[in-house]
């Protein structure tokens, strides 16, 4: 089956829905909650960084978004391939 993956993102997560067509009706093949922040500061990385010297919450905020990006990149790789699993094709995002 060829299917679509949605996200939703919120503050340190993001919701994850995948979509499939079977003969012309749209069903919901995986729904699920996806961690996007292994430390709690980085949900929030710009109120962790308030307050704090200019340099140090620079340096704060981008460690909090490159984190966020490894983690979203490794997620993105198992829903590809749990749906693979699945004998699916995934042919958007």
């Known amino acids: ?15 994850l829905i995948v979509l499939g067509k079977q003969a012309e009706d749209l069903v919901v093949v995986d729904r699920r909650r996806v961690e996007l922040a292994e430390e709690s500061w980085a949900k929030q990385p710009y109120h962790a960084a308030e307050g704090l010297e200019s340099q140090i919450a620079r340096d704060l905020v981008k460690r909090g978004i490159e984190a966020v990006h490894r983690v979203a990149l490794r997620e993105l790789k198992a829903a590809v391939k749990r749906e693979r699993d699945r004998k699916n094709e995934v042919v958007a995002w």
Not at 1 to 15: C, E, I, L
């Open 1 to 15: 089956m060829k299917v679509a993956f949605g996200f939703k993102t919120h503050s340190g997560w993001a919701a």
